[in-house]
């Protein structure tokens, strides 16, 4: 071979290690950043502008400082956030791209929500206690860091409950087409449906509206249920899913199951159990299921997801299918259909 050195295989690792290790040592930078944005509102004011926009406009527009805001965009555009298009022959402006268009605050598939949420001091000061919660079976790291559980905070809190509600609302509007335009016979039949934890109504609106027939329950802690905005064809119930869920032909569960442990999700089915007619009920949930291949690229969010369970609630996780089948049979369901869909979740079919 003379001189020529063969690169081996541990160089090359050496050399992605080099990079990766960087992404980890800034790994938080990209979220605040993509939350700085959110919060000036920079998609918002282009997308109402209709056409890219010049930083001198942007600055105008955002009252921003224009060296700094300068440097945000160049920050963004290097991550295809935005990205830059002529305006004229010598001037260039900032465009939204399909990432952006997500961070438009009001847009139809907006999850500038979600990212507000999982980037609010109260959601991030867990993260710190996650070591400790490895470490011995004490309080979740939410209760460390907020001396009580997410759902007791939000209760105390209207302004963190309403984008608590805001963020999966924006998970919702996806998951819910997703559903209804991948599996809308799981819905055949059913002629009333309570949404279990349905939090301000945003899954149910969207499936009365497709299936009209169908009455809809929205099932939820009564302080959520309290501020929802209402909607006509839906009853809105306020309770606790430990003591009575709301009959219907069928109960419906979106990101609700993950937050609990096995025995709390046995309780939970069992009390829908008590809800449904006892030939022909069903319950549908549309959650994640670990380690089912979707052949997508979407799995990740699921392990994510897991962490942010751990982080986050007392006991909760996200569930293999061998998982599902357990929790599902020991509250008396015997038949499960699990399908997936063009989102994060599968939807989940339990009969009794
Ligand atoms: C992760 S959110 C999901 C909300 C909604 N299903 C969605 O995906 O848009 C979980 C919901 O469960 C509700 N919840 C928590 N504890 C509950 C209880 N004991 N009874 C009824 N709902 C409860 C919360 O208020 C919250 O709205």
Not at 1 to 14: A, F, L, Q
Not at 202 to 211: H, Q
Not at 279 to 291: H, M, P, R, S, T
Request: proline residues 5%.
């Amino acid at each position: 071979m003379g001189d020529i050195k063969v690169r081996g295989k541990k160089e090359d690792e050496d050399e992605k290690a080099e990079v990766d290790i960087w992404n980890y040592v800034f790994g938080y930078v990209k979220i605040a950043v993509v939350k700085c944005a959110i919060e000036l509102g920079i998609a918002d004011a282009i997308d109402k502008h209709g056409s890219p926009m010049t930083l001198s406009q942007l600055t105008t527009t955002l009252k921003c400082e224009p060296p700094r805001l300068y440097r945000i965009m160049r920050f963004l555009v290097h991550y295809q956030i935005f990205k830059e298009e002529p305006v004229t022959q010598d001037s260039f402006g900032f465009a939204l791209t399909p990432l952006s268009r997500r961070l438009i605050r009001h847009g139809e598939r907006s999850m500038a929500a979600f990212i507000l949420l999982e980037s609010s001091p109260v959601m991030l000061a867990p993260w710190h206690s996650l070591s400790a919660r490895v470490l011995d079976s004490g309080n979740s790291p939410f209760e460390t860091a907020h001396g009580k559980d997410v759902w007791s905070y939000a209760e105390e809190n209207p302004r963190h409950s309403k984008l608590i509600d805001e963020a999966m609302a924006c998970d919702a509007r996806v998951a819910v087409r997703a559903l209804i335009e991948g599996c809308p016979q799981v819905f055949d039949g059913i002629k009333s449906l309570v949404d279990v934890g349905g939090g301000n109504g945003t899954a149910l609106s969207m499936l009365v509206k497709e299936f009209p027939w169908m009455h809809g329950i929205n099932f939820d802690l009564p302080h959520v249920v309290a501020v929802a905005p209402k909607v006509d064809g839906i009853e809105y119930v306020g309770g606790d899913m430990f003591e009575c869920v709301p009959k219907a032909d069928a109960a419906f569960f979106l990101w609700v199951l993950h937050d609990w442990d096995d025995e709390e999700c046995i309780q939970i089915l069992k009390k829908c159990r008590e809800a449904i007619p006892q030939d022909k009920g069903k319950v549908i949930i549309v959650e994640a299921v670990l380690e089912e291949d979707k052949n997508d690229k979407l799995e990740f969010v699921g392990l994510m997801l897991d962490m942010v369970m751990m982080a986050h609630t007392k006991k909760g996780k996200e569930r293999t299918l061998k998982e599902w089948k357990y929790v599902l049979g020991e509250a008396g369901f015997t038949r499960i259909n699990v399908k997936p869909i063009h989102t994060v979740q599968f939807i989940i079919e339990a009969y009794i």
